[in-house]
């Protein structure tokens, strides 16, 4: 892909929790935007824990390192929480995705990326696994047990009987998230690489 610098590199996009050290300047935040070219930050939470005053820090810095900070309160996750409620939730819950990709990975503000793209959520399993496995099947076109095995790692995943955070509907979205609603070739830096913290 292409970067707005015009110059052709691989977008790479990183993923991971909250980080709670931000401010701090041996901080994996401080490196991934100093060292890992970072210059775009999402965070997908928008739950109940309190987060919030971790995350108007991290904004702050994000700022003061030239990197760009989008809060993203959409709240797709709870329409497909629920085995009652998903098939009838599933497509509105795809739509918000798609767009949450598209308008802040894909081509934040409406342009090709500065640099490279961080994004999270509270832990780093449902919301972060369930973005980061759609752009590993749709858009790396990577083969479903990777994108599986990836999950379950990320949720600490055991076994059936050890499951951890593991939330088989997360899964199963992944699995049958339409990739049409994903617009790389709208954007002139289509992600090549995939990195989780």
Known sequence: GYLEDGKKKPLVIYRS?????????????????RVGGVRHVVNLYS?????????????????????????????WRELVKRPADFDKNKEAAM???????????????????????YFHCGGGMHRSGMVYGILQRCINGAPKAEVERDYNRHTGYVSAAEKGGFEALNLRFIEEFDCALLQPNASSAVPTSLTSL
Do not use: W
């Not at 739509?95 to 793209?117: D, F, Q, S, T």
């Open 47 to 75: 739950g109940h824990m309190p987060f919030y005053q971790f995350i108007d820090k991290e904004a702050a810095v994000a700022r003061r390192m030239n990197a760009s900070h989008k809060n993203v309160r959409a709240r």
């Open 95 to 117: 739509k918000v995705i798609g767009r949450i990709i598209n308008e802040e990975i894909l081509r934040p503000g409406g342009k090709a990326p500065r640099g490279n793209v």
């Open 17 to 33: 929790g909250v980080m709670t050290d931000a401010e701090n300047a041996a901080s994996c935040f401080q490196d991934l935007l």
